[in-house]
């Protein structure tokens, strides 16, 4: 009897432990890479922040955070990272809170469950560390595949104690978030709209949320540049290309797989050399030097589309042939760190007549000779063809119609393609080849 008494008690403490009989698996679902310290970067359509950030060496004040993300798989519990990878002081976290967004700011009723870390309702975390949350139920999750939850949003909000110096950050969130007024205190718990003033296009600490679920689907990343990030894309539409081949893939396989965005408005694959909080850079640090933080600790990775170059060779005039380098240096790399990941190249898009420094015939030169060593090199498991689906032959530019700003409207940069661009780049990928699958 007693035996029997303990086993009940533990199916009471574990709410899967009676399900479906699978193991549960942990698996990135949300990504937002680091870099910064705050301002230094490339938000797209960002409010005028004086108010919410006095000064950027103070950083947040006695003040809390709303953030707003959209896993792209959910399940009964999830788990949070936040990251103080480029701060340079400690940053204490407390009165965490995850839940379902209702509209802006607001939360579900019902919805907002605290955080913890390792038990704990406070966490401090030093420069250049992270912290992962203790798991937290969703009780509105009732079933993880429900197509009702398809495209909401959670609302991730969290107090920054005292002052948190130089903020890590993600400039180009293209989804509106919250803060408070600096000195308000804790506000995380606060499910209304009264609290959180001002909006942000970022993304402050947060840099993964993660899902577990009862079947491990195969973690895609995307990995790159603003061509990644979505500059030129609508803010809160979800229209990057990654957003769109997600659709894709759930469409077909369910949700067998999971995309997630590591792009960095102007990152490059080589450069800069040295970066560091004290020597930041808008582009974020080199994809080289990124892969560990933004692909390796990420839960569940099967496969890396990686898409970049563009601004080695406009803003730093390096050679096709360094950039490639850097490409051999990575994949070696992340299948020495992932064994049996799979890795596809993209081609480059179109820069031409764009920016003073992109839009050169001299980088155009530069692109098309990457984009050939791409094409034809043995080192990738595929390539997916951008560069096709993109260019008008005719003029040597990105084709007209993907043009012009869907951000923030006006005829577009001729660097950044469109909402309809990013559609036309994922539908552009062959969905079998990618996951190595026939459709259902």
Request: charged share 20%; net charge neutral.
């Amino acid at each position: 009897m007693k035996r029997l008494v303990l086993l009940l008690t533990l199916l009471c403490i574990s709410p899967f432990a009676a399900g479906s009989g699978h193991a549960q698996h942990w698996t990135a679902s949300w990504t937002a890479s680091a870099h910064g310290p705050y301002p230094i970067g490339n938000p797209t359509a960002q409010p005028e922040l004086k108010f919410a950030f006095p000064s950027a060496t103070q950083g947040a004040r006695d003040q809390s955070f709303r953030q707003i993300v959209r896993p792209d798989i959910w399940g009964q519990q999830t788990r949070v990272r936040l990251s103080n990878v480029f701060g340079t002081q400690p940053v204490t976290f407390d009165d965490a809170f995850v839940g379902l967004q209702e509209s802006g700011n607001a939360v579900v009723a019902g919805t907002n469950q605290p955080l913890r870390f390792k038990g704990q309702a406070s966490v401090t975390v030093a420069p250049g560390e992270s912290v992962v949350s203790d798991p937290v139920a969703l009780p509105f999750v009732k079933t993880p595949s429900d197509p009702l939850l398809r495209g909401r949003k959670l609302a991730i909000s969290f107090h920054v104690a005292g002052d948190s110096g130089p903020m890590t950050w993600h400039a180009k969130a293209l989804q509106t978030s919250y803060v408070t007024r600096p000195g308000a205190g804790s506000k995380g718990g606060d499910g209304s709209e009264a609290a959180f003033l001002f909006s942000t296009a970022s993304w402050y600490f947060l840099d993964e949320v993660g899902m577990l679920v009862p079947v491990a689907p195969k973690v895609i990343v995307a990995f790159g540049d603003s061509i990644t990030d979505g500059t030129g894309t609508t803010i809160n539409g979800d229209d990057r290309w990654p957003d769109v081949l997600s659709r894709r893939l759930h469409a077909v396989y369910g949700d067998d797989f999971v995309v997630v965005n590591q792009g960095i408005g102007g990152n490059q694959v080589v450069g800069p050399p040295d970066y560091s909080p004290a020597k930041p850079f808008p582009g974020g640090p080199a994809a080289v030097t990124r892969l560990d933080r933004d692909i390796v600790s990420l839960p569940g990775v099967s496969t890396v589309i990686w898409l970049e170059g563009i601004n080695d060779f406009g803003a730093a005039n390096a050679s096709a042939e360094a950039v490639m380098e850097g490409y051999i240096k990575g994949v070696a790399h992340l299948r020495q760190k992932i064994p049996g990941v799979k890795i596809f190249a993209a081609t480059l898009t179109s820069a031409l007549n764009s920016t003073p420094t992109h839009g050169k015939p001299e980088v155009d030169g530069k692109r098309k000779a990457l984009n050939e060593l791409l094409r034809t090199s043995k080192l990738f498991d595929g390539v997916i063809d951008f560069d096709a689906a993109t260019l008008d032959p005719a003029t040597g530019e990105v084709k007209a119609e993907y043009q012009p700003n869907s951000s923030i409207g006006g005829p577009g940069d001729k660097l950044h393609p469109n909402r309809a661009g990013y559609a036309a780049m994922a539908n552009a990928i062959d969905l079998a080849a990618l996951t190595g699958r026939p459709a259902k």
